[in-house]
């Protein structure tokens, strides 16, 4: 088994700031690129941003500049730095994983459940 778990996720207003973190856990044996997609109400699934095993950041290009995608292989676990924060930021945000399991010779995407980001003043 294979888990991600996002947290983070509350209530900001407008041109604040927030930190999302995703943790893995489970039978891991190698975590490829990981990556963050959010999904506003009424609307479909959107990539915010992805990062490699080796660093290397993509980002949606309207939230470039506002956002920081980042990685911390010791704990399994990518981070989404928020600034500037906007209503239309609202959204829940989702973690992505591919990860390569001890069983197994390829990777496999895995998702977390969400978290709500919710800005409003």
């Known amino acids: 088994q294979v888990q991600l778990v996002e947290s983070g996720g509350g209530l900001v207003q407008p041109g604040g700031s927030l930190r999302l973190s995703c943790a893995a856990s489970?039978?891991?044996?190698?975590?490829?690129?990981m990556g963050w997609y959010r999904q506003a109400p009424g609307k479909q699934r959107v990539l915010v941003a992805t990062i490699s095993s080796g660093g290397n950041t993509n980002y949606a290009d309207s939230l470039k500049g506002r956002f920081t995608i980042s990685r911390d292989n010791a704990k399994n676990t990518v981070y989404l730095q928020m600034n500037s924060l906007k209503p239309e930021d609202t959204a829940v945000y989702s973690c992505?994983?591919?990860?390569?399991?001890?069983?197994?010779?390829?990777?496999?995407?895995?998702w977390g459940e969400g978290t709500l980001v919710t800005v409003s003043s």
């Open positions: 489970g039978s891991i044996f190698r975590i490829n690129t």
């Open positions: 992505n994983a591919n990860i390569v399991r001890y069983a197994l010779t390829y990777g496999r995407d895995y």
